[in-house]
């Protein structure tokens, strides 16, 4: 890891603090926490009237310094950072945290106040905060953390130091996460706070750079930059680093779209499970799921493809992993033969060989039994995983008197032969520390409660080879589109929405737009019976709730009544105005009816596929791609819907022309990242006929971006 701009940050010579007093406060915890990591470089306090504090020598500015520190503290009040900034960054310090509070999350004066550090910082001063915890470096023997934290990372990981990194917004959730003793030993701990300059994707390209690092967990609120965190994201796939990410704020949706159904079905959240899926980062509920998950990944043997292989000495146990199995999506392996008889040659007679297995309660204690029952399983073709579940609350020790020492023994004897991970699984998180230092020293990952064990093996077993697709840029297609899109309006309509999809290649049904009740009938005949008929004018989305669409028309008479009967609705909806018309087309065959839409806003082109009609909300059944992506990618997107077994050939019905389909939805997404113009766009439904007829966009909805009205 030569070279990177945040080296002298997160493995500095010379540590600098600015502001600690010997009166306490985040300057001297500073000090201390960085000696206690055992730093071995040279450590300097910046303080204007002492000559040293804690046994360090003071100085009284940065100036001052025998030389410019590599990494900067600053423990200042907030009216004194932008001063201190300014002065470190001229001097050429490498990196700097600053702890005060009192920035961009309080008022407009502390969003004057950031600016200004932001503007001093520049491109000059790599730093951390404000308002945050700071940053804890095990691997280079350094704190600049302002409280009190864990030094058991510190030489727990070997001379090499700890797997995992974390990088947290927050900072109490940074903080919980490196004090959990269920996590493998730590590399880095980062909270980030304001994020001022540095943010989670800055830590994440230095993670990443670091040979040792195998797992970097994420707590966030959001991104500034998705297209960069993209980036990054496939570059830690390609270098096998996993990483872990918890975003808050999911729930929150965004503005309620009254207009498309794509608003509606991928809320504001979307974007980030589409970028997550589609660059392989493992996406968790909640810090018991990132602990488990952290600690499965961070172990030397990580789960390979298969499923899980579960055994207890309680049936009790048993039967409640196999309930969560089934609720968290845990592939339980099937036993083979020789599986089967292994077990069978070392239970009694009475024992039901299955998976879960129940090794009964004889079997508690019994090391040869544990090592037995490990090594078949984790030999068997389909295991993928092997887990033994067991309980130690905080009132059970004494351990060494119920048998623990001879089961995870055992089972590490087993796991040291084997090519998968053995995971001692407790079915609470209420753990007394023993057993999980117990665990640890004998090379057995440690997963505490059911459902955050079986969510951390689902998880890891989801994800598959991160396949990078690159933008590739403004289509030949754009000019034309954008003219189309201008002459459209303020107020697209269907009309103009097919426009721009043929323009793309989406076909769409044969027919044109009548301004009376013969032109109607004319655009039937040239199409073929039967038709369909559509009430169009600018503003109307939802023409069905209105009675705007009428089906099956076989003849010039029935075309004529639905003319005017459609022409009527729309005045009875729509009052003065433009006057309503009629478009006409050739009625579509048999397919599976779905919705592909997209919208355009900070995070990017976003495109919707799901369940499509009348039904769409009601089912709510749908998946989001984040553009640039291929045809692969719409693949597995469609893999994980509920109506994936229609387009499969559902109950001997013809499979669908699921490869025109993922054409379509990759067409719209190159349409959406062309035009920005576009709010919205639904294609609802679109019909995928049987394999080998292709698609057709019946129905089509364009609503432009808010401020972005017609191109003059």
Same mark, same amino acid.
């Given at each position: 890891?030569?070279?990177?701009?945040?080296?002298?940050?997160?493995?500095?010579?010379?540590?600098?603090?600015?502001?600690?007093?010997?009166?306490?406060?985040?300057?001297?915890?500073?000090?201390?926490?960085?000696?206690?990591?055992?730093?071995?470089?040279?450590?300097?306090?910046?303080? #204007?009237?002492?000559?040293?504090?804690?046994?360090?020598?003071?100085?009284?500015?940065?100036?001052?310094?025998?030389?410019?520190?590599?990494?900067?503290?600053?423990?200042?009040?907030?009216?004194? =950072?932008?001063?201190?900034?300014?002065?470190? @960054?001229?001097?050429?310090?490498?990196?700097?945290?600053?702890?005060?509070?009192?920035? @961009?999350?309080?008022?407009?004066?502390?969003?004057?106040?950031?600016?200004?550090?932001?503007?001093?910082?520049?491109?000059?001063?790599?730093?951390?905060?404000?308002?945050?915890?700071?940053?804890?470096?095990?691997?280079?023997?350094?704190?600049?953390?302002?409280?009190?934290?864990?030094?058991?990372?510190?030489?727990?990981?070997?001379?090499?130091?700890?797997?995992?990194?974390?990088?947290?917004?927050?900072? &109490?959730? @940074?903080?919980?996460?490196?004090?959990?003793?269920?996590?493998?030993?730590?590399?880095?701990?980062?909270?980030?706070? &304001?994020?001022?300059?540095?943010?989670?994707?800055?830590?994440?390209?230095?993670?990443?750079?670091?040979?040792?690092?195998?797992?970097? %967990?994420?707590?966030?609120?959001?991104?500034?930059?998705?297209?960069?965190?993209?980036?990054?994201?496939?570059?830690?796939?390609?270098?096998?680093?996993?990483?872990?990410?918890?975003?808050?704020?999911?729930?929150?949706?965004?503005?309620?779209?009254?207009? *498309?159904?794509?608003?509606?079905?991928?809320?504001?959240?979307?974007?980030?499970?589409?970028?997550?899926?589609?660059?392989?980062?493992?996406? =968790?509920?909640?810090?018991?799921?990132?602990?488990?998950?952290?600690?499965?990944?961070?172990?030397?043997?990580?789960?390979?493809?298969?499923?899980?292989?579960?055994?207890?000495?309680?049936?009790?146990?048993?039967?409640?992993?196999?309930?969560?199995?089934?609720?968290?999506?845990?592939?339980?392996?099937?036993?083979?033969?020789?599986?089967?008889?292994?077990?069978?040659?070392?239970? #009694?007679?009475? *024992?039901?060989?299955?998976?879960?297995?129940?090794?009964?309660?004889?079997?508690?204690?019994?090391?040869?039994?544990?090592?037995?029952?490990?090594?078949?399983?984790?030999?068997?073709?389909?295991?993928?995983?092997?887990?033994?579940?067991?309980?130690?609350?905080?009132?059970?020790?004494?351990?060494?008197?119920?048998?623990?020492?001879?089961?995870?023994?055992?089972?590490?004897?087993?796991?040291?032969?084997?090519?998968?991970?053995?995971?001692?699984?407790?079915?609470?998180?209420?753990?007394?520390?023993?057993?999980?230092?117990?665990?640890?020293?004998?090379?057995?990952?440690?997963?505490?409660?059911?459902?955050?064990?079986?969510?951390?093996?689902?998880?890891?077993?989801?994800?598959?080879?991160?396949?990078?697709?690159?933008? #590739?840029?403004?289509?030949?297609?754009?000019?034309?589109?954008?003219?189309?899109?201008?002459?459209?309006?303020?107020?697209?309509?269907?009309?103009?929405?097919? %426009?721009?999809?043929?323009?793309?290649?989406?076909?769409?049904?044969?027919?044109?737009?009548?301004?009376?009740?013969?032109?109607?009938?004319?655009?039937?005949?040239?199409?073929?019976?039967?038709?369909?008929?559509?009430?169009?004018?600018?503003?109307?989305?939802?023409?069905?709730?209105?009675?705007?669409?009428?089906?099956?028309?076989?003849?010039?008479?029935?075309?004529?009544?639905?003319?005017?009967?459609?022409?009527?609705?729309?005045?009875?909806?729509?009052?003065?105005?433009? #006057?309503?018309?009629?478009?006409?087309?050739?009625?579509?065959?048999?397919?599976?009816?779905? $919705?592909?839409?997209?919208?355009?806003?900070?995070?990017?082109?976003?495109?919707?596929?799901?369940?499509?009609?009348?039904?769409?909300?009601?089912?709510?059944?749908?998946?989001?791609?984040?553009?640039?992506?291929?045809?692969?990618?719409?693949?597995?997107?469609?893999?994980?819907?509920?109506?994936?077994?229609?387009? &499969?050939?559902?109950?001997?019905?013809?499979?669908?022309?699921?490869?025109?389909?993922?054409?379509?939805?990759?067409?719209?997404?190159?349409?959406?990242?062309?035009?920005?113009?576009?709010?919205? $766009?639904? $294609?609802?439904?679109?019909?995928?006929?049987?394999?080998?007829?292709?698609?057709?966009?019946?129905?089509?909805?364009?609503?432009?971006?808010?401020?972005? %009205?017609?191109?003059?």
């Amino acid at each position: 890891m030569d070279g990177h701009r945040l080296d002298r940050l997160f493995r500095p010579a010379s540590v600098a603090v600015v502001g600690a007093s010997p009166k306490g406060g985040y300057g001297l915890r500073t000090l201390r926490n960085t000696r206690a990591l055992g730093f071995e470089g040279r450590l300097y306090v910046v303080h #204007p009237t002492h000559r040293e504090v804690d046994g360090v020598p003071a100085y009284p500015s940065l100036a001052d310094l025998p030389e410019a520190p590599d990494a900067v503290a600053a423990a200042v009040p907030a009216h004194a =950072v932008p001063g201190v900034v300014a002065e470190a @960054a001229e001097l050429g310090a490498g990196g700097m945290v600053v702890y005060a509070a009192g920035f @961009a999350e309080q008022d407009a004066a502390g969003r004057a106040r950031q600016a200004e550090i932001t503007a001093a910082a520049a491109d000059r001063l790599p730093l951390i905060g404000p308002n945050c915890l700071g940053l804890a470096s095990y691997r280079g023997r350094a704190a600049l953390w302002g409280i009190e934290m864990p030094y058991g990372h510190v030489g727990s990981g070997g001379p090499a130091g700890g797997t995992v990194a974390l990088a947290a917004q927050s900072g &109490n959730m @940074a903080l919980t996460t490196m004090l959990s003793g269920r996590l493998p030993a730590v590399a880095y701990g980062v909270s980030l706070g &304001n994020q001022a300059v540095l943010g989670l994707a800055d830590c994440l390209d230095y993670f990443v750079t670091d040979p040792g690092v195998r797992v970097v %967990g994420l707590v966030m609120e959001g991104l500034a930059d998705l297209a960069r965190f993209r980036r990054l994201a496939e570059r830690a796939a390609e270098r096998d680093v996993a990483v872990v990410a918890l975003k808050v704020g999911r729930s929150a949706r965004g503005e309620a779209a009254a207009i *498309a159904h794509t608003g509606t079905l991928a809320g504001s959240d979307a974007a980030y499970d589409a970028l997550f899926r589609q660059t392989g980062v493992h996406r =968790v509920d909640d810090l018991d799921e990132m602990i488990a998950l952290c600690s499965l990944l961070a172990a030397p043997k990580r789960p390979r493809g298969g499923g899980l292989a579960v055994y207890a000495s309680s049936g009790g146990e048993c039967g409640l992993v196999a309930d969560l199995a089934e609720a968290t999506g845990v592939e339980l392996a099937e036993l083979d033969e020789p599986t089967e008889a292994a077990l069978a040659a070392v239970l #009694p007679d009475y *024992a039901k060989i299955a998976n879960p297995l129940d090794l009964t309660a004889s079997s508690w204690g019994n090391r040869d039994v544990y090592r037995a029952a490990a090594r078949a399983m984790g030999r068997c073709p389909g295991v993928g995983a092997v887990a033994f579940t067991g309980d130690s609350p905080t009132y059970a020790d004494p351990l060494d008197e119920v048998g623990w020492p001879e089961m995870v023994g055992g089972a590490a004897e087993a796991a040291a032969g084997l090519n998968v991970p053995v995971a001692l699984v407790t079915t609470t998180t209420d753990i007394v520390p023993g057993l999980v230092t117990m665990a640890h020293e004998e090379g057995v990952v440690v997963l505490a409660g059911v459902r955050p064990a079986l969510r951390a093996f689902a998880l890891a077993a989801e994800r598959g080879p991160v396949v990078p697709v690159a933008d #590739p840029g403004p289509s030949g297609v754009r000019p034309q589109a954008r003219d189309l899109l201008a002459l459209a309006g303020d107020e697209p309509t269907e009309t103009d929405a097919k %426009g721009l999809l043929g323009a793309y290649g989406v076909a769409v049904p044969a027919g044109d737009v009548a301004a009376d009740a013969e032109t109607a009938v004319r655009i039937a005949r040239r199409v073929g019976y039967p038709v369909v008929a559509k009430l169009q004018a600018p503003g109307l989305a939802h023409k069905s709730d209105i009675g705007g669409v009428a089906v099956g028309l076989a003849d010039d008479a029935a075309v004529r009544d639905a003319y005017d009967r459609l022409v009527k609705a729309g005045i009875d909806a729509g009052g003065p105005g433009t #006057p309503p018309t009629v478009r006409v087309e050739r009625m579509a065959g048999p397919g599976v009816e779905l $919705i592909v839409g997209g919208r355009n806003d900070r995070a990017g082109s976003l495109v919707v596929i799901g369940a499509g009609g009348v039904l769409t909300e009601l089912v709510a059944d749908a998946a989001c791609l984040l553009w640039p992506f291929g045809p692969d990618d719409v693949r597995a997107a469609l893999a994980g819907l509920r109506v994936a077994p229609l387009l &499969n050939g559902y109950r001997g019905g013809p499979p669908a022309d699921v490869a025109a389909l993922a054409d379509v939805v990759v067409r719209v997404g190159r349409l959406l990242a062309d035009l920005p113009e576009i709010g919205e $766009i639904d $294609i609802n439904p679109l019909l995928c006929r049987p394999e080998g007829e292709g698609c057709l966009a019946l129905d089509a909805l364009i609503v432009r971006a808010a401020g972005k %009205g017609p191109r003059t």
